[in-house]
């Protein structure tokens, strides 16, 4: 069984549009995450989220939007999108009890392009 | 703020010759460390980490790393290079308390190539 899924796998769109990201674990966790791995593979944090708290990085445009479900699920919303946008999102999970143990797992990760 | 530096942006090896991608961290406290690893047109996969029971952490798929205090380093190594090695490699960090914990933070990746 795959541990973080997402879907879809590649996804090509015009700019202005709305489209979404989903993103599965099977893991447990408390916790997930989505990352931006920009054309040069940088790979930056764009949320952490549990039940209890969202941090948001103050550099992503409030054009994107975790919403989450479930504890195992946690898709990524894009309103009007840009063509700097294009990227491949990664969705990762881990415990989130902040200690040593925590690792973060993660999904295969989804190519956006934007025309 | 925690960084990351990973010298060198691309690696070339001969097959069954030594790995080492380089990796450095900036805090004032040790953080946890962190090796990933990303094949072609793949996710990330944890290669090992350090949490401070032992300087030298062995991984998976014949990998090490030494924690090095005193050079703030976490540099990666393998005895001999196999062509399967080939992919990108990137290093992490996330502190130990704060805000932020739950974050990891990435070095810009090392690409391996090994030459047969």
């Known amino acids: 069984d795959t541990a973080v899924s997402q879907t879809p796998k590649y996804l090509v769109t015009q700019m202005g549009n709305d489209k979404s990201i989903k993103c599965e674990q099977n893991?447990?966790?408390?916790?997930m995450y989505w990352y931006k791995q920009d054309s040069k593979k940088f790979l930056k944090i764009m949320f952490s989220?549990?039940?209890?708290?969202?941090?948001i990085n103050e550099t992503v445009p409030n054009r994107f939007s975790p919403k989450s479900p479930d504890k195992a699920h946690l898709n990524l919303h894009i309103n009007s999108l840009e063509l700097g946008d294009s990227a491949v999102y990664f969705c990762?999970?881990?415990?989130?009890?902040?200690?040593?143990?925590?690792?973060?797992?993660f999904g295969p990760g989804t190519r956006l392009t934007v025309l | 703020a925690q960084s990351v530096t990973q010298l060198g942006s691309h690696v070339s090896v001969s097959e069954g010759a030594l790995v080492l991608l380089r990796c450095n961290y900036s805090?004032?406290?040790?953080?946890?460390l962190f090796w990933y690893v990303q094949y072609p047109n793949q996710g990330l996969q944890l290669l090992l980490k350090?949490?401070?029971?032992?300087?030298l952490v062995k991984g998976i798929n014949g990998f090490e790393a030494e924690f090095k205090k005193s050079e703030t380093s976490f540099h990666l190594t393998k005895p001999s290079a196999h062509m399967s090695d080939a992919a990108e490699y990137f290093c992490?960090?996330?502190?130990?308390?704060?805000?932020?914990?739950?974050?990891?933070?990435f070095g810009k990746g090392t690409k391996l190539s090994v030459i047969p």
């Open positions: 990762a999970s881990s415990q989130g009890d902040r200690t040593f143990a925590d690792t973060q797992y």
């Open positions: 893991l447990g966790h408390d916790t």
């Open positions: 989220y549990n039940n209890k708290e969202l941090i």
């Open positions: 805090s004032s406290v040790p953080p946890y």
């Open positions: 350090y949490t401070s029971a032992a300087t």
């Open positions: 992490a960090v996330r502190p130990r308390s704060g805000a932020g914990s739950y974050q990891l933070t």
